[in-house]
């Protein structure tokens, strides 16, 4: 190959690798100042170096593949390789940089607190343990990233955390500098939970002040992209976390999950209720395990009716603003055995009735509705 015919085939190669994204920050490899040298030898034969952010990076085949794919498909390239190198701290830095807008250094910023994101965020919470909160939150979030939604999800509940087994996430996260790269699950969604940091099944002691620095870190250090939709799987209760979200994330809408039964609805009406003291928005209450269907068809309301529908009435004469009930969920053990199997049932057997009514709660939840605050609306004094 000519030396001329060299230089066409560079712009090539590089219009090539700009088609393939980090598979951690989901943004071209070029845009990151990734790819180090592209060098092209005589009989077509290609190598690309590529800088790694960490010398273990676990989707360096990833790369591999996707590289050698595009670059392979340019006429005239005979065959592919690519040469890792690792980033010096001062590339991480700059890397760090440009992910953060520019801001380099100082206190790490919680984008989702800023006046012009375009986050929604929903807090996910609960009266008391065992109603479903965290499957009703992996299935929501799955559903909506099915919508062609961009989601992340933050595991909240520190000391009973078990977002990352419903979601089948195994992965580590990987630190760029002091940001935190989130693991992806298989369902394209972005996920960060204490349980990542732990070895093995190890508890959690900690209190409140570690937990706030905890979500502090969640929210601020770990690099989650341009969202649409970011969750939050609260504990149950109102404790420290609920109050440290409400600091944190001011703005975010809380979406409290009960069962029908009398017990978990007064329950869950004290955790609704938090929101006249933290001046939050209440989007509404999921019922979960409303009933069992049986095989003669018929249901058996195992926890009794009613609870859900009483929470959100209770909880609109106390804001003093519409709770609407969003679904009902029945009992169904295809939805245990979905997030035992890290496979979210929404998206494992999508008509399940249970995955049914799980979607009608996410096709709501997916309306955005703009807010006017802060925007032109372009009039002028007469």
């Keep these: ?42 009989d077509g034969g290609v190598t690309v170096g590529l800088l790694l952010t960490v010398a273990g990076c676990p989707l360096r085949d990833t790369l591999q593949n996707d590289i050698s794919r595009e670059v392979g498909a340019v006429p005239g390239v005979s065959s592919v390789r690519v040469d890792f190198g690792v980033m010096t701290e001062q590339q991480r830095r700059d890397l760090q940089s440009k992910l953060r807008g520019g801001a380099a250094g100082g206190e790490p910023v919680i984008p989702f607190a800023q006046p012009g994101s375009r986050t929604r965020v929903y807090a996910v919470a609960s009266g008391k343990g065992g109603v479903g909160k965290s499957s009703v939150t992996v299935n929501l979030a799955a559903a909506l990233a099915a919508r062609g939604l961009s989601v992340g999800v933050v595991d909240a509940d520190i000391y009973g955390h078990s977002v990352p087994r419903m979601l089948g996430v195994t992965e580590r996260p990987t630190r760029v500098e002091d940001m935190i790269m989130p ?30 620095r905890a979500l502090t870190q969640f929210l601020a250090d770990v690099y989650w992209g341009d969202l649409d939709v970011l969750l939050l799987d609260l504990p149950p209760g109102t404790g420290d976390v609920a109050i440290s979200i409400a600091q944190l994330l001011p703005t975010a809408e809380l979406l409290v999950v009960t069962t029908p039964q009398l017990a978990a609805a007064e329950v869950a009406e004290r955790a609704g209720a938090i929101a006249l003291q933290t001046h939050q928005r209440l989007v509404g209450v999921v019922e979960n395990m409303s009933w069992l269907e049986l095989p003669s068809g018929e249901r058996m309301e195992v926890f009794g009716a009613g609870g859900g529908a009483r929470v959100a009435e209770t909880l609109s004469t106390t804001i003093g603003a519409e709770v609407p009930l969003l679904g009902q969920i029945p009992l169904d053990t295809r939805v245990r055995e979905a997030g035992d199997a890290g496979d979210p049932v929404v998206l494992s057997d999508p008509e399940s009735p249970a995955s049914v009514a799980l979607s009608a709660v996410a096709d709501r939840l997916a309306v955005r509705r703009e807010s006017l605050a802060g925007r032109s609306l372009g009039l002028s004094p007469a």
Aim: net charge negative; no cysteine.
């Design 183 to 212: 693991p992806q699950a298989a369902h394209g969604l972005k996920v960060i939970s204490i349980g990542m940091f732990t070895q093995g099944n190890a508890a959690v002691v900690w209190r409140g002040p570690m937990l706030h």
């Design 1 to 42: 190959m000519s030396a001329p015919a060299i230089a066409e085939l560079e712009p090539q190669i590089r219009t090539a690798l700009s088609k393939v994204q980090d598979p951690e920050i989901r943004r071209p490899i070029t845009e990151l100042d990734m790819v180090r040298s592209i060098d092209i030898e005589a």
